[in-house]
């Protein structure tokens, strides 16, 4: 088959499919499902420039997607007042003191002249110096904040400023946060590079579980405010109420689905757009040198690229979009739970997505994206079913059965990592592959 | 009086910790640099076989349990570990046969590997979390402490107590002993020998007619191994949840690469380095303080450098620093 056959076929088995999930479970159900298949579409889409284009291999997923979720308390949640009042201002000048101290120590290591040793002691020094300042500004500001209502509030809040907005702000938050990291590893090799954005992207969320002040930590910030209206507000609308006659449907679950919907369309547009600048961007001169790079990067590099700067470049765009990707989930979600983030159900799943859908081609990473989703969702139910009907001889009495029954959920775990083995054994480019160009 | 105190405290809470700790790191990361060394690529499913060793080691233990088999006072572990390691040993070989060994006749690049890895990390937690679920499973029996705080108070007279659990003593020696015997093994014996030339320069020992699979066997044998003790250890230890195994992959890799990936003493070194450091940082040095100062100068607050929250965190922010300043490790190992 050909690519843009496989696209075809492959997008129409798809729709058929949550088509089928709406009409014999329920639309609810399958609208989650888009919804959810939407978000990780476009967290492959970023992962599929880095690695399918680039060559680099981002474990930072979690990371990425947890900042865009950041985004979303800082932007949109009103400020907590007396916060401000008792020393808001000096916690963000200790951590400013702090930057500025790592800042000095770099431009010190990399512009003197003094050699090694004394260099890496005086860096050090500073370092450490300067988190022992930040530390004697801040503790007390950050008790003190954490005491306000901690069973409401008890962190320094945000802007109050509309929701949609943090989606952007979560991208540019990934990207700044890429830079650093891009910075600090893309110089390692790709196994390294794996195992220390792995690393990064946990030391992001533990800071985000423990420090309270800025995002309630494990106590989760509940209640962010929707881009959409509240099915509340809609059932006790005129046309809501009239369309619900005319289809016979429930209120309740009608305005469920309009919430949904409306969901869905933001989240399409976003995924299309991206898409679409993708798309120019590994058409256009600078997708054919970043291939050319992750090909070979001897030759590309005699050929007078840039190899480091390219590289950091394609990592800054792809963990913005991630970051995008991760805003979006928690908006819709509606609340910031870092305890949430699992580099099994973030980082891995997401690889597995790229991987099955076809790496360096992006209607692949769609597809995979989807495909992988919907499966990771229905495989629970499936392997129970699939349990049950093996089981169906054995008496209930017996322990197995039930001990079977109970674990069967975990059939899932199983059921991806097969996906993953058969795709990479037998078709080793995915689903749909890159297209030779 | 007092100082002898604040060195109890020290042994206490820093020393015997980090010692059990650290060889359980040891043995995990001994496992992830053998197989760097060997087979070439980093094996993301280490954690998961270590959980798949413990597993085994907490059926076969209630199995015999049942069937009133104990070593009291020791934990019956002990006497099933034995068959355990075959039994690991035989599902590691079975997942080479079926999955490692294709992309190794390929010669593949060893991203490639990797990911692969993380497809049989996935299998394997879903096959154990289907076999014994996902909760917490206790498979400890017998005595629970070597030395109590209260007797060694009663015996020495001292303020501060020292406890030493038996798990910790166990781990401690089990681990001495594995790790004398694979030094002996990879050092002294033909195979070992053997096995070393291979990992050093692949082409050369094919022609001087070592067998390639021989040695990739071995190779797993010996991580299979590993893996299972390193896993019962801290299961033991920690008590056994599969979901935190996942999480220790990173400590482990981190131990792995601070030593230098593909050195077996570095990874050693590195396990220790490592769980020191977390021990360390996030200890509360107000009464180590208490001790060896006068009264009045003792500071106020907790004195730690970085809430206990960050314990794990620590050991990444390691291997960051680590493959900023020197990414072939403590001891010069391979550069991936």
């Known amino acids: 088959m050909t690519n843009a056959s496989r696209i075809k076929f492959l997008y129409i088995l798809m729709t058929i499919t949550l088509l089928l999930v709406g009409f014999f479970q329920s639309w609810n159900v399958a609208l989650t499902i888009f919804n959810l298949c939407l978000i990780s579409s476009i967290m492959t889409l970023g992962i599929n420039i880095q690695w399918g284009n680039a060559g680099i291999v981002n474990f930072g997923v979690m990371g990425f997607a947890a900042l865009g979720g950041l985004a979303n308390i800082i932007i949109s949640m009103p400020p907590t007042q007396n916060a401000w009042k008792v020393g808001g201002e000096i916690i963000i000048i200790g951590l400013l003191v702090f930057t500025l101290s790592v800042i000095f120590s770099i431009l010190l290591f990399k512009k003197s002249n003094l050699n090694n040793k004394i260099k890496y002691l005086i860096s050090f020094a500073f370092i450490v110096s300067g988190y022992f300042v930040m530390r004697l500004l801040v503790d007390a500001p950050i008790e003190k904040i954490e005491a306000i209502e901690p069973a409401k509030t008890g962190y320094l809040g945000g802007f109050n400023l509309p929701v949609l907005l943090s989606w952007p702000v979560g991208g540019l938050l990934a990207a700044f946060s890429a830079f650093i990291i891009g910075k600090i590893s893309l110089g390692l090799r790709s196994d390294y590079l794996a195992i220390a954005t792995l690393g990064i992207s946990e030391i992001i969320i533990y800071f985000l579980k423990n420090e309270d002040w800025l995002s309630r930590g494990v106590k989760n910030v509940n209640g962010l405010p929707r881009p959409v209206p509240y099915e509340i507000e809609l059932q006790s609308k005129e046309w809501v109420l009239k369309v619900s006659d005319y289809l016979d449907m429930p209120i309740t679950e009608l305005s469920s689905i309009i919430v949904k919907l409306s969901y869905s369309i933001l989240f399409c547009v976003v995924l299309l757009i991206v898409l679409f600048l993708l798309e120019i961007a590994v058409k256009s001169p600078w997708g054919r040198m970043m291939r050319a790079i992750r090909d070979n990067e001897v030759s590309a590099n005699a050929m007078g690229k840039n190899i480091k700067q390219r590289h950091l470049q394609v990592f800054i765009i792809g963990s913005a979009i991630v970051g995008l990707a991760g805003a979006m989930l928690t908006t819709l979600d509606g ?88 795709t990479l054994r037998f078709a080793p480019k995915g689903l749909i592959p890159e297209v030779k160009r | 009086m007092d100082f002898i105190n604040g060195i109890t405290l020290i042994a206490n809470y820093i020393v015997i910790p980090g010692l059990t700790y650290g060889s359980q790191l040891a043995l995990g990361a001994l496992g992830i640099t053998i197989i760097y060394s060997v087979l070439r690529f980093s094996n993301f499913a280490h954690g998961e076989f270590m959980s798949f060793g413990a597993m085994n080691s907490i059926l076969l233990s209630w199995l015999f349990i049942s069937l009133g088999v104990t070593l009291n006072p020791l934990p019956t572990a002990i006497i099933v570990l034995p068959i355990a390691i075959v039994l690991t040993i035989s599902y590691c070989i079975i997942m080479d046969k079926f999955i490692f060994k294709f992309y190794r006749k390929q010669n593949s690049k060893s991203v490639i590997n990797l990911i692969v890895s993380i497809g049989v990390m996935f299998f394997t937690g879903g096959l154990i979390r289907f076999i014994v679920g996902p909760g917490d499973k206790n498979f400890f029996d017998g005595e629970r402490f070597i030395l109590k705080a209260r007797t060694f108070k009663n015996i020495t007279g001292l303020n501060e107590g020292l406890t030493l659990k038996t798990t910790q003593g166990i781990t401690i020696i089990l681990s001495v002993l594995l790790v004398i015997l694979l030094f002996w093994f990879l050092n002294k014996t033909k195979t070992g020998k053997s096995m070393r030339a291979y990992s050093d320069n692949k082409e050369l020992a094919l022609l001087s007619g070592i067998n390639p699979e021989k040695v990739v066997l071995i190779t797993w044998i010996i991580t299979g191994t590993l893996a299972c003790v390193a896993g019962t250890l801290y299961g033991l230890d920690k008590s056994y949840k599969p979901f935190t195994y996942l999480h220790l992959v990173l400590p482990i890799f981190s131990a792995a690469i601070v030593g230098g990936v593909g050195n077996p003493v570095g990874a050693i070194i590195g396990g220790f380095v490592i769980a020191f450091s977390e021990l360390i940082i996030t200890f509360a040095y107000k009464k180590i303080f208490f001790y060896f100062l006068p009264i009045n100068f003792v500071p106020e607050g907790l004195l730690q450098i970085l809430s206990t929250d960050y314990k794990i965190a620590i050991s990444f922010l390691i291997l960051v620093l680590v493959l900023l300043i020197k990414p072939t490790g403590i001891y010069k190992g391979k550069i991936i």
Do not use: C
């Not at chain 1, 580099?343 to 597809?367: A, C, D, K």
């Not at chain 1, 919907?374 to 499936?382: A, D, G, I, R, T």
């Not at chain 1, 079913?385 to 089981?391: D, G, K, L, R």
């Open chain 1, 335 to 422: 609340q910031f739970t870092p305890v949430s983030y699992q580099p099994l159900r973030y980082t891995f799943l997401i690889w597995i997505m790229v991987i099955v859908g076809g790496s360096g081609n992006n209607f692949g990473s769609i597809i995979g994206g989807f495909l992988i989703w919907f499966f990771w969702v229905q495989s629970e139910p499936l392997g129970l079913w699939f349990i049950s009907q093996i089981t169906t001889h054995i008496s209930d009495a017996i322990i197995i059965k039930s001990h079977l029954l109970e674990n069967a959920a975990h059939i899932r775990l199983m059921f991806m990592g097969m996906i993953l083995l058969i």
